[in-house]
């Protein structure tokens, strides 16, 4: 007796429709999207990191220049510290105290004075006008601004750049995380420490360019990330 065979279902074979087609279309859009996103944010971690640097090289320049900058023979003079001139003109000022009687006397000279009397009063009195001349050249204190300009000015710090803008890094008064424009920034801060016993060790304010800086100064930087968020570099003594 012949056993009867059993028939096999046809096997259908898979097919990719219009909707397989565009999941995987989405797939590769997201996979690129990961990738692209992932490449930018490298570079701006890149560009955060030489902005660090950046700011590291600057202090570490003017932590040594604030050890040597009140030295007499300090290299850098716009950024040298103490009195400068007004210091020195005090002993031509006393210099000159003992010409005076001398003018005055030639004012009462009679006519009778030899032309070689007359001759001496007339350098006394002429003596005075270097004095007066050295009074007009006296010049205050450094200020942060003819330092800051001195220093790009430096080998070293001449190829400076902001590298999110390519530009030549600026000094701002603080980080704004709304102002897009600041990324990249410096804010040097001048730390005033404040009476034993307060609430807060110090106060903080921005370094113009018109400060003086013939002191001790003890100062904070910081850079603007790309979000515009301060990244504190460090506090050192300038």
Same mark, same amino acid.
């Given at each position: #007796? =012949?056993?009867?065979? /059993?028939?096999?279902?046809?096997?259908?074979? #898979?097919? %990719?429709?219009?909707? =397989?087609?565009?999941?995987?279309?989405? #797939?590769?859009?997201?996979?690129?999207?990961?990738?692209?996103?992932?490449?930018?944010?490298?570079? /701006?971690?890149?560009?955060?990191?030489?902005?660090?640097?950046?700011?590291?090289?600057?202090?570490?320049?003017?932590?040594?220049?604030?050890?040597?900058?009140?030295?007499?023979? %300090?290299?850098?003079?716009?950024?040298?510290?103490?009195?400068?001139?007004? /210091?020195?003109?005090?002993?031509?000022?006393?210099?000159?105290?003992?010409?005076?009687?001398?003018?005055?006397?030639?004012?009462?000279?009679?006519?009778?004075?030899?032309?070689?009397?007359? /001759?001496?009063?007339?350098?006394?009195?002429?003596?005075?006008?270097?004095?007066?001349?050295?009074?007009?050249?006296?010049?205050?204190?450094?200020?942060?601004?003819?330092?800051?300009?001195?220093?790009?000015?430096?080998?070293?710090?001449?190829?400076?750049?902001?590298?999110? %803008?390519?530009?030549?890094?600026?000094?701002?008064?603080?980080?704004?995380?709304? =102002?897009?424009?600041?990324?990249?920034? %410096?804010?040097?801060?001048?730390?005033?420490?404040?009476?034993?016993?307060?609430?807060?060790?110090?106060?903080?304010?921005?370094?113009?360019?018109?400060?003086?800086?013939?002191?001790?100064?003890?100062?904070?930087?910081?850079?603007?990330?790309?979000?515009?968020?301060?990244?504190?570099?460090?506090?050192?003594?300038?």
């Amino acid at each position: #007796m =012949d056993t009867p065979t /059993e028939e096999k279902p046809p096997i259908s074979k #898979m097919k %990719f429709t219009p909707g =397989d087609y565009m999941f995987l279309g989405f #797939m590769v859009f997201v996979l690129i999207a990961v990738v692209w996103v992932g490449i930018l944010a490298h570079e /701006e971690a890149t560009k955060t990191d030489e902005s660090k640097h950046n700011g590291e090289v600057l202090v570490a320049w003017m932590t040594e220049a604030g050890t040597k900058r009140f030295e007499p023979d %300090f290299a850098h003079g716009p950024c040298a510290g103490g009195l400068k001139a007004s /210091e020195h003109s005090q002993p031509v000022a006393i210099a000159a105290a003992p010409a005076e009687p001398a003018s005055a006397q030639a004012t009462l000279l009679p006519a009778a004075l030899s032309a070689s009397d007359k /001759e001496k009063s007339t350098q006394s009195s002429e003596a005075v006008e270097p004095v007066a001349k050295a009074k007009e050249e006296v010049k205050g204190p450094n200020t942060w601004g003819a330092c800051i300009e001195h220093i790009f000015a430096l080998a070293e710090f001449k190829e400076f750049k902001n590298p999110f %803008f390519d530009e030549v890094p600026k000094f701002v008064a603080a980080c704004v995380p709304t =102002d897009a424009s600041l990324t990249g920034a %410096f804010v040097i801060e001048k730390l005033v420490a404040t009476a034993p016993g307060s609430s807060v060790p110090y106060i903080a304010s921005q370094l113009v360019d018109t400060d003086a800086i013939e002191a001790k100064m003890q100062l904070r930087i910081s850079i603007c990330d790309k979000g515009s968020y301060a990244i504190k570099i460090a506090e050192f003594e300038f």
